[in-house]
């Protein structure tokens, strides 16, 4: 074992036998020595003798720990899985993230880490997302990741895991963090996204491999999740909601905020447009967000050319009408007479949409239409 990896043996054995929610005793204990050290010292006895009030209990703990722990054979096994560890000033610990007040003391992960020399950032959102939420969080990521933004989120339920599945599909990089062990997938719907994620980009966890996940866990790991990036993105989200949690933690940690605004009669589009009237940067397109990251268009390849392609005629009528936001049929008839003056039937009007999605510049939610990113 070289010398890199018996630190890491060591210090994953110090940060498992620690128990979670341990930072203030691993920082103290780091202290006194090495994590080999410490590890000697539990092993002979001796450890809880150089600590004393309210740390004797978990020095007494870890001795027992160390009696029954096979730090090599632990570490082994934990790379046969395909599980890698850092801790906190190691060289390969994301920089970033080694900024925050309440850094993780080490990560475990799978696949691969942030690249620090990238933009990253955070998309976040609600769960229960309506059809313009999906339709955003898509567009957006895409966009993003084609201009070599790199995506962090939760794997959640909704506008996380759309957003990040975008990214993916778009070829990008995109980061899962977890509020379990890496190798426990939740939500389990979300397993081929879990599974793409270690393949393309990666996941990862303060908490180690095997623990299940806890309501508990999830609003420290959000502080992971705005520690990776340059910026946090928020595209849709009720007026109190987790994804405000994660928000709060970004602005502590100087982060940018970003927001997608929302019609205000959409419960889900209060918190966006609250943290709007707060000062978060409006960005009501992928192309204005890579302007504010200092990206320019960017990535932002093909819809020029697909709204050249559509510009003449009825269609490039609509594509005029169209939106990021999904609009019914009826909705955009009305929106045609009103503009054009000209009452367009809807059996023309969706023959001439379906023309509009078979070009690549409009794309069918669920019965509504939507501009395509």
């Not at 009030?53 to 570490?75: I, Q, T, W």
Request: with cysteine; proline share 5%; aromatic share 6%.
């Amino acid at each position: 074992m070289t010398e890199k990896d018996a630190y890491k043996a060591y210090m994953h054995w110090l940060f498992q036998a620690s128990g979670m929610g341990s930072r203030g005793f691993v920082r103290t204990l780091l202290g006194i020595g090495t994590p080999e050290e410490i590890y000697g010292l539990a092993a002979s006895g001796a450890l809880a003798d150089r600590l004393a009030g309210r740390y004797r209990k978990k020095a007494l703990a870890l001795e027992a720990s160390a009696s029954a722990f096979d730090v090599a054979d632990a570490y082994g096994k934990l790379r046969e899985r395909g599980i890698s560890f850092v801790s906190l000033g190691e060289e390969e610990y994301p920089g970033k993230l080694a900024t925050i007040p309440d850094a993780p003391c080490a990560l475990y992960y799978v696949g691969r880490l942030p690249d620090p020399d990238r933009k990253t950032l955070a998309l976040i959102g609600a769960r229960s997302c309506s059809p313009y939420g999906r339709a955003m969080a898509g567009q957006f990521a895409s966009a993003l990741a084609e201009a070599g933004v790199q995506i962090v989120s939760g794997m959640a339920r909704g506008v996380d895991g759309i957003g990040q599945q975008a990214a993916l599909d778009a070829g990008g990089y995109s980061m899962g963090v977890l509020g379990s062990g890496v190798d426990v997938c939740y939500p389990p719907e979300n397993r081929q996204l879990y599974e793409h994620l270690i393949a393309q980009g990666g996941i990862c966890s303060e908490y180690p491999p095997g623990i299940e996940p806890r309501a508990l866990l999830f609003p420290p790991r959000n502080r992971i999740i705005s520690g990776l990036c340059d910026g946090v993105l928020v595209v849709e989200a009720k007026e109190r909601s987790g994804t405000l949690i994660t928000v709060d933690m970004a602005l502590e940690q100087g982060r940018e905020v970003y927001a997608v605004p929302g019609r205000v009669t959409d419960a889900l589009s209060r918190g966006c447009n609250r943290l709007i009237r707060q000062g978060a940067a409006l960005v009501e397109s992928p192309e204005e967000l890579l302007r504010e990251l200092g990206l320019g268009a960017g990535g932002r390849t093909g819809r020029t050319d697909r709204g050249e392609a559509a510009a003449d005629g009825v269609r490039g009528r609509l594509m005029n009408l169209l939106d990021y936001r999904p609009q019914t049929t009826e909705e955009l008839r009305r929106g045609y007479a009103d503009a054009y003056g000209d009452d367009l039937q809807i059996p023309e009007l969706c023959l001439e949409l379906l023309g509009l999605c078979a070009d690549g510049a409009a794309e069918q939610i669920g019965g509504l239409y939507a501009r395509k990113g």
